[in-house]
């Protein structure tokens, strides 16, 4: 009886691809941004019709996010990224043409969903490289999506200056995104983990649910940055015109940090990360609140980017290694349960500052890392 074939064992190539692919799906999402008020105008659409359109890329993320891990565990990481990114880069264009809700609407599910496939697929052969190499890589992939979500915006943006048309500069997105997959393809992961795949759907429970809320808070204090900051250094007496340089800080604090944290991460540990991480989050909201200076805020939103960059990283590098559940449903489950942080938190964050203030709304969140904080030691 022949001997099975083992697995090879991933190396470089396979770091860059990972790094690659994390760069793809940043970028794709954060081109969608600067799309939004062209998407707004060519419609007539208002801001509640807008935010029912912008809940679609949720939905959509939310219905394949649960599936994915099956689907990666039966055909493998490079089968599903592949497709997903295809998916992808031919979803971008119809976002700036679409002329009705519908055609939006249906057009944003597919987009939201490619990009919840991928966001599964690309962690989950992120967890396998990081187990081959034997030392921590999490981090440094995640801030590849990072900078991406920093790329996308100004490829659209530096097209629009050029003079294109949002479709033409949608279309260059595209384009970027098949070279990078181009060129990560070779080099991804064909299969799924070392512990065989083959699973199918397994509803999440015990640890992984726990590291999917706490992923989840994290996702919160990124939602709440990027929807409510402007505003809250507008209300504090900021300029409009510069509002936007308080998530410009945040964002550039957290990609450095992450693109940095891996050597960060090897000499601290994922416990440290979570204990001091949590508390970095939780003085910089202190520090938005109790001092109304907009220097002073925006200094607070580097400490929230700082804190909270390496901690969604250690937790899906917890949620591969765990052994609740196999390597694929678990990813998919962490993934999808944090998801919710994102398009739940922000509303809340809405409603309770519309009871009482955006200060209050904020301390609110400070008061979240406790869980953090308190999950420290269960990461040993």
């Known amino acids: 009886m022949n001997a099975p074939t083992a697995l090879p064992t991933t190396g470089r190539a396979e770091q860059w691809s990972t790094r690659l692919s994390f760069l793809l799906l940043g970028l794709s999402a954060g081109a969608w941004a600067p799309l939004v008020p062209f998407a707004k105008e060519r419609l007539g659409a208002g801001d509640a019709l807008l935010g029912m359109l912008l809940l679609c890329i949720g939905i959509g993320s939310l219905l394949t996010m649960p599936l994915t891990g099956s689907v990666v565990a039966r055909f493998g990481c490079k089968r599903v990224i592949i497709v997903a990114s295809i998916v992808l880069a031919a979803a971008v264009p119809p976002l700036a043409y679409a002329s009705s809700p519908v055609t939006l609407a249906i057009a944003l599910a597919v987009f939201g969903a490619a990009l919840g496939a991928n966001d599964v697929a690309m962690n989950v052969q992120a967890v396998q490289v990081e187990k081959d190499a034997g030392r921590p890589l999490m981090s440094g ?88 900051s402007a505003l809250f250094l507008r209300e504090r007496g900021m300029d409009p015109a510069t509002a936007g340089l308080g998530f410009a800080a945040f964002s550039a604090a957290m990609t450095i940090c992450r693109l940095l944290g891996d050597k960060v991460v090897a000499r601290l540990g994922g416990p440290r990360i979570l204990l001091f991480g949590g508390l970095l989050v939780a003085a910089g909201y202190t520090l938005a609140v109790t001092i109304p200076w907009p220097p002073a805020i925006v200094a607070a939103l580097v400490l929230i980017g700082i804190g909270a960059s390496n901690i969604v990283p250690v937790l899906f590098t917890a949620a591969g290694r765990q ?58």
Do not use: N
């Open 141 to 228: 992939f995640h801030g590849q999506w990072s900078a991406g979500g920093i790329l996308g915006p100004a490829v659209v943006t530096g097209m629009l200056w050029l003079g294109a048309t949002p479709f033409v500069a949608a279309l260059a997105v595209s384009a970027v995104l098949a070279v990078l997959l181009a060129v990560a393809a070779p080099s991804l992961i064909p299969f799924a983990s070392r512990d065989g795949g083959g699973h199918g759907f397994v509803r999440p429970r015990g640890f992984i649910v726990w590291i999917g809320i706490l992923c989840g808070i994290i996702f919160l204090t990124e939602g709440v940055v990027l929807d409510w």
């Open 323 to 380: 052994k609740v559940m196999p390597q694929g449903p678990a990813i998919a489950a962490v993934t999808t349960i944090a998801y919710a942080g994102i398009l739940l938190g922000p509303a809340m964050v809405g409603f309770v500052a519309e009871a009482t203030s955006l200060g209050t709304a904020f301390m609110g969140i400070a008061a979240l890392m406790a869980f953090i904080v308190g999950s420290a030691r269960l990461f040993r």
